[in-house]
Every structure is written in structure tokens, then in C-alpha cells.
């Protein structure tokens, strides 16, 4: 056994969480066979690394990511876009990685990194910290300490006898600790923990977590500083927790909505559009809500996010229309199915 461990305390709100979780993955295994449709489980991906690379300040937005994957010419900066085509090529990589394997993490980074900087596939050779903007959050260890760390978590990992969505979080806040590379330290993190995670069930290899961790970004960083100032990251494995929660919330509605919009409905929206819109429809249902609380119910925070990809496309495709279209900013402004 290493004597390797990780600073954590398990305690009731992280009990809580597990056991919300595994109800919510035994009802998505049991009613949907353990499977994600095809286009779903496309969509799912394009997100996941829109999201994961807007953590990283990449600037495309989601349209602009459909279009790059779909082979289109899209304007924008290169290393951008390439960042796009990375990101593709290391989670198509997803199902055959091992996530045991040091080689195969070096393998994924090459692929994420490739052309972007020049130690990709590689360790670090120099120092380097975790940034909020332009606040330093965490200094990493130096260079010289990286193999013998990550071999340590790696070998912690496949011993510790907790529960995978626990040690997988515990794991995720080791790496970025241990920030092992030069850059794409967060993007490898975010997708480890999903791979660690596919391990145990596979639909988390086409979950979108990394979408709610946008949506909370300020909240990751904050738990990130917490962690390191406490020596304990119990608060950074709830909030893992918690969003993994809320992603399984959003694919369980997702699913169940492929059957609940009628053809009218679908006839009239893109495959790029079709899902978030059927999400907004089913929670609106035959109610007039407003847009905090259609965010309530489909688990969303960040309104940016909701009106882009939710409520404007629902609204010029006459799906939903404004309770007071006079005013489209009144602060009773409520919305209803056409």
C-alpha cells in the first residue's frame, strides 16, 4: 500500500451527495440501458470541450465549435481553433485509454497539446502556478518532484478502497495540485476525471461535466484556494459532487425529452439546437415561467449560457413566446409555448 494520501475528510454533505448520485445513475442505467444516443451523446462532446476550453479563455463560442468539428471554415484566431481540433483528437482517444497508465496520460496530452506548446506529452521541466485571472491561486511543486508525484496518485488511485466518485474528485484535485505540465494542466484534469469516472460507469465518458464547471468557475477556483489553505479539499469533492449531480439531472432530462417534443417541434430545429430546445419545452410544459425559473429546473446558473443556447433559439423558432412581448426586458417577463 503507498503511504500516499490525499488531504480529505468525508463527511455528511459529501454522503449525501454520493447516495443522490448513484439513485440518479441506477434510474438512467435501468431506463435507458445504460445508453446515450448517438446524437446525444455528439452533442455532449462538442459542449464538454467548448466548455473545458472557454475555462481556459478560449474565446469560440459553441456554434463556433459545431462548425470546426463539422469541417467548416470558421473565422477566428488559430491556436483557437486548433485548441478545438486538439481537444476532438484527445477525447476520441477517451475509449481507448487507460486510465492506470502514466503512458497513456502523456499519449492524451500529446494529442490536447499538440502544436500548442513544445513539452506536449511531456512533464514539465520548469515551475509554474494555477491563475484566477491574474491572481495566483497555487504555486505547483517543482519540476523535479512530478514524476515521483504523479506515480504516487496513480498508485493511491488503484489502491484506495473509497467509492470511484469520490477518489476520482480527490484525484482531480491532486493533479491540478500537482499541476504535472507546462500548460493544459485544467483540460487534462477535467477529462482524467471523466475517463476515471467512465471507469466505473460508462455514460460519464459522454457527460458533459465540464459545463457546469464553467457555470461555477469562480466557485472551482475558490474551492481549488480552500483546498491548498486547509490541507483538506473536502470542499473542492463536494462541489465535484454536486456537479456531477446536476449533469446527471441535465442527461436524464435530456434523454427523456427525445421522446416528449413532438415532430412539430423537432421538424422546425437543427440537430446543432434540437436538445437544449427540448429541454426548455418540457420544463416549461403548459406553465408561463420566468427565466429564473426555467434555470432552476433545468439545473443551469449561468444566463449567458441559457438565453444563447436555450431561450433565444427556442424564440426564433416561435417555439415559446414572450408573456409581454411589448417589453421584452419587464422584470415580470414571463415565457410560454406558442
Keep these: 500500500m503507498s503511504d500516499y494520501q490525499p488531504p480529505f475528510h468525508i463527511n455528511d454533505k459529501a454522503i449525501t451527495l454520493l447516495a443522490e448520485i448513484s439513485e440518479q445513475v441506477g434510474r438512467i442505467t ?19 470541450i467548448h466548455s473545458s476550453l472557454a475555462i481556459e479563455h478560449n474565446s469560440l463560442s459553441l456554434e463556433q465549435v459545431t462548425a470546426i468539428l463539422n469541417g467548416k471554415r470558421v473565422l477566428g484566431k488559430p491556436n483557437e481553433i486548433k485548441e478545438v481540433q486538439n481537444a476532438y483528437d484527445a477525447y476520441e482517444l477517451m475509449l481507448t485509454l487507460n486510465p492506470s497508465s502514466i503512458e497513456d496520460l502523456l499519449k492524451a496530452h500529446k494529442a490536447m497539446m499538440n502544436g500548442l506548446v513544445k513539452e506536449s506529452g511531456r512533464f ?13 491561486i497555487h504555486m505547483a511543486p517543482p519540476a523535479r518532484f512530478v514524476p515521483e508525484h504523479i506515480h504516487n496518485l496513480f498508485t493511491w488511485y488503484q489502491q484506495a478502497k473509497l467509492h470511484p466518485l469520490i477518489k476520482s474528485a480527490i484525484f482531480h484535485y491532486e493533479f491540478e495540485f500537482i499541476h504535472p505540465f507546462a500548460d493544459g494542466n485544467g483540460r487534462m484534469g477535467r477529462m482524467w476525471h471523466s475517463l476515471l469516472l467512465g471507469q466505473w460507469k460508462e455514460m460519464f465518458l459522454w457527460l458533459p461535466i465540464e459545463e457546469l464547471i464553467q457555470s461555477r468557475q469562480k466557485e472551482y477556483y475558490a474551492a481549488l484556494g480552500i483546498a491548498d489553505k486547509k490541507a483538506d479539499c473536502a470542499e473542492f469533492v463536494e462541489l465535484m459532487l454536486e456537479i456531477i449531480r446536476d449533469s446527471l439531472n441535465d442527461l436524464a432530462l435530456s434523454q427523456s425529452n427525445t421522446d416528449q417534443v413532438s415532430d412539430q417541434d423537432t421538424d422546425q430545429v437543427s440537430d446543432q439546437d434540437k ?4 429541454r426548455l419545452l418540457s420544463v416549461l410544459g403548459d406553465k408561463e415561467l420566468s427565466a429564473t425559473e426555467i434555470m432552476e429546473r433545468l439545473g443551469l446558473s449561468h444566463r449567458p449560457t441559457f438565453r444563447k443556447n436555450y431561450l433565444t433559439p427556442a424564440l426564433e423558432k416561435k417555439l415559446i413566446e414572450r408573456t409581454i412581448p411589448d417589453k421584452p426586458n419587464s422584470k415580470n417577463q414571463k415565457y410560454r409555448k406558442c
Design 124 to 136: 514539465r521541466s520548469g515551475g509554474v502556478g494555477i491563475f484566477d485571472g491574474e491572481v495566483l
Design 30 to 48: 435501468v431506463l435507458q440501458e445504460g445508453n446515450i444516443n448517438p446524437h446525444l451523446r455528439r452533442e455532449n462532446r462538442i459542449r464538454t
Design 275 to 278: 436538445a437544449p430546445i427540448q
